[in-house]
């Protein structure tokens, strides 16, 4: 099998798998019990912290644990425009969102406040000057994507963070579940308060990641209960997927380095030769994530070309996971100008660092010969 779906999903390390099954053999205690077997839990869960913050080159006791990048998102916007609402009600955020920051933001709306989507261009990317002048007094949020998961776009991070310390009163929320171990980013550096991580797309396990919180920021909580992580994020904690967490990020930053060379060829190769086929529209930009390619099949669903290849034995997507299932055109390629019948057929390649050039020579050669095929069959009934 051939896996190019890694904006969807990776699959865990096998030395990540490990560490999750040994801690929860041998370190099963509550980590918020008094004694010391559930002590040794909590102390696994601190070093796990600090590595973590080592690894971003923030605090520890700036890393909250949640369940994954949707919950961290939902804290992030949420609690912010809670905590902070005597400040204002209005947010400002992107058009190309994922949907765990654009539900909060529409369930927002319902409650009164004030949301501001910023367009994109034809390449997916907002203009920093669309934000600074969507700032009013009654801002409270700017909360912006780092890497598109649908076409890779990546937007100008520091320049909006430049933009918003303006504003004492504004808090910065990145959404880099896409970005990190493969676009880099120094949060300090670009005036950051909240930055979102998912473990399951750098190699850890689903249902665990964690919500950077700058130092001095604060938020309501939305899990109310045994007051762990700061009392913001109660309940027990995953000490197994935690731990796993800094194995894996660890692990995937290591393979960052020594394979993102690779990386960069494979695509520039998919970008090459898919743009030789007379019927094929790219639509991820030129300054794009290495690790994602999107582009449509004129004359063709994404859904059947999808099932097609996944016949072959090659595994894509069509839009991010949380939305393919909807079976309606992407709300990405959309705001970026791109016509329904287009967008209803727009498909996403997404690389890991485990991914070779061979896989993706055997991807085009599979692919043409599919895509051959289909439209055969769809002229042949016009």
Known sequence: MIYFDNSATTMPY?????????????FYGNASSLHNFGGKAEQLITKAREQIADII???????????????????????????????????????IEHPSVLEPCRQLEEMGYKVTYIPV?????????????AITDETILVSIIHVNNEIGSIQPIKEIGDI??????????????????KVPINLYENSIDLCTFSAHKFHGLKGS???????????????????????????????????????????????????????????SYLVEELSRIPDVVIHSPKQSSPYILNFSVNGLKGEVIVHALESEGIII????????????????????????????????VSLSNNNT??????????????????LTVVRRHK
């Open 164 to 181: 918003v310390k303006k504003h004492s009163k504004i808090i910065y929320h990145v959404d880099n579940v896409q970005g990190v171990t």
């Open 121 to 133: 261009n034809s390449e997916g990317i907002i203009a920093t000057a669309d934000v600074e002048a």
């Open 317 to 348: 997507s069509t839009t991010s996971a949380c939305s393919s299932k909807d079976k309606t055109p992407s709300k990405t390629l959309q705001a970026m100008g791109v016509d329904e019948g287009c967008a209803i057929g727009a498909i996403r």
């Open 14 to 26: 096998d030395e990540v798998l490990d560490t999750y099954v040994k801690l929860n053999q041998r």
């Open 357 to 374: 050039m061979e896989e993706a020579e055997q991807f085009i050669k599979v692919f043409k010969q599919t895509v051959d095929r289909l």
């Open 57 to 95: 080159n923030v605090k520890p006791q700036e890393i909250i644990f949640t369940s994954g990048g949707t919950e961290a998102n939902n804290l992030a916007i949420k609690g912010t425009a809670f905590q902070y609402r005597n400040r204002g009600n209005h947010i400002i955020t992107t058009a």
């Open 209 to 267: 990641g964690f919500l950077f919180k700058r130092n001095g920021i604060k938020l309501d909580p939305l899990i109310s209960g045994g007051n762990q992580e700061q009392r913001l994020r109660s309940g027990t904690e995953n000490t197994g997927g935690i731990v796993a967490i800094a194995k894996a990020l660890r692990m995937s930053e290591n393979s960052h380095s020594q394979n993102k060379h690779t990386v960069h060829s494979i695509k």
